[in-house]
């Protein structure tokens, strides 16, 4: 088997090392090597692959995507929840724990884990609950999920209310050395909200999710950061109140940090005059005053991190009157050519090698991943991609075993092109998945 690479001739992008140049990248035995041997060169050693006008980048991570195994298979399961990945780019995605059983103990992470070691073409990593059952009341094991191999808590899909309970679950985590992920969201304030509180939530006469409510969990965040000292990730952040929020904690040195989704800065609750439930997410979507601030924080480093919340739901759940149907959206197929298309092209607001941090390096950093990077000697996770590609997103393409997206029909520029994970091709647009 042939088990190495020589990339010839892309453009080179590793934010990680400040690299942007035109050059060859090889890879042996699943690493980044600086050369291959001499018997390795040419037609009868290393596959080559052909990057000139293309972008070589370590390979894209998304640290929130929510695949349904064990408990919802029927929605997507670890592998097309991988293949999804694959096919967007991602070589490494990290799982929320809202799956049924809730991944609370260290035996559903271990199942995960074998799962995902048998089934998955890319690198999934566990997060493991904040609270048992994900009901905000009594800690989970932290020590031993700690033990388990998750790489954060987090209770995401519910926000733990009690913030005593927060407190301490953050206190042990600091123990454990684990990054704690939250999903914002009071729910006194937020209640039986649906979508957006606003001009939208009155005209359609559906009940509102008010931005205040993530808003005081971010301020309360922040609070605990501060006084831990330990590190508190805002998860899909989609109020324009909680970037400042931010943004004064960070200058002032809080150990916190925020991500963005694609669709909080790609739509407005404007889009839901249809009632189409595909536009129905948790924290749903703002206006386009939510979405400037979300772009300036994304911009001038207050949030550092780009994620998909890859939700995949059946065509009959979603199909059910608004206020019954599920929360979310799919994203990993989509995510790359959305933030390029909008950070990029539409609005630019950073450049191509920023863009990339926030999908690589940044979200590496935060968990403490030994990937996001080409350096020498790192696991050979490449993305090779084309920032200019233009195409239509079509759901019936999608690997995922779901259908709801908003963006069906939608033109975009930027997407990838070749997959490859450990040093094997997975996936390639031009020939699919190679396995
Ligand atoms: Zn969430
Ligand atoms: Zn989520």
New binding site residues.
């Given amino acids: 088997m042939n088990a190495s690479l020589h990339i010839k001739g892309g453009r080179i992008i590793d934010p990680a090392n400040g690299i942007d140049r035109i050059g060859d990248l090889f890879v042996r035995d699943g690493i980044i090597v600086d050369s291959l041997p001499k018997n390795e060169k040419g037609e009868r050693g290393a596959e080559v692959i052909d990057a000139t006008g293309k972008v070589v980048s370590p390979g894209l991570i998304d640290i929130h995507v929510h695949f349904r195994e064990p408990g919802q298979s029927h929605k997507e399961t670890i592998a097309t929840g991988a293949r999804c990945a694959a096919a967007g780019g991602f070589t490494t995605v990290v799982c929320m724990p809202n799956t049924s059983p809730v991944a609370d103990s260290p035996a559903t992470i271990a199942w995960i884990q074998e799962r995902a070691a048998s089934t998955a073409c890319v690198n999934v990593f566990c997060t493991g609950a904040i609270t048992k059952g994900l009901a905000g009341e009594e800690m989970a094991p932290i020590g031993a999920l700690a033990a388990a191999g998750v790489v954060a808590l987090t209770d ?2 519910r926000c733990v209310q009690n913030h005593g309970v927060m407190r301490r679950a953050v206190e042990y985590a600091r123990h454990y050395g684990l990054p704690v992920m939250d ?1 914002c969201q009071e729910t006194t304030l937020s209640a039986d909200g649906v979508m957006n509180e606003g001009e939208w939530s009155t005209r359609l006469g559906l009940p509102g999710w008010p931005s205040l409510a993530e808003d005081l969990i971010v301020a309360r965040n922040i609070l605990l950061a501060e006084e831990t000292g330990h590190p508190i990730h805002c ?2 952040i989609s109020s324009a109140r909680s970037v400042r929020l931010l943004r004064e904690a960070r200058q002032r040195g809080v150990p916190i940090t925020a991500e963005a989704c694609p669709h909080h800065i790609a739509l407005t609750d404007g889009e839901l005059k249809n009632f189409d439930t595909n536009f129905k997410m ?1 924290p749903p979507l703002r206006t386009q005053a939510d979405i400037d601030e979300i772009i300036a924080g994304i911009s001038d480093g207050t949030i550092t991190i780009l994620a998909s ?1 890859h939700a995949p739901h059946a065509t009959y759940e979603k199909e059910v009157e608004f206020d019954r149907a599920p929360f979310g959206i799919l994203g990993l197929e989509t995510e790359l050519a959305l933030f390029l298309e909008i950070l990029l092209h539409q609005r630019k607001a950073l450049t191509l090698p920023q863009i990339l941090g926030m999908l690589t390096v940044n979200p590496a950093k935060f968990l403490r991943l030994d990937r996001g990077t080409l350096s020498t000697g790192a696991p050979a996770d490449i993305t090779i991609l084309d920032p200019d590609h233009a195409w239509t997103v079509d759901k019936n393409e999608s690997s995922s075993l779901s259908r709801n997206t908003p963006f069906h029909g939608h033109s975009l520029r930027g997407r990838a092109l070749t997959t490859i994970v450990g040093g094997k091709v997975v996936w390639d647009l031009e020939s699919g998945f190679r396995s």
């Fill in positions: 995401d899909g999903h998860q899909h948790n919340d």
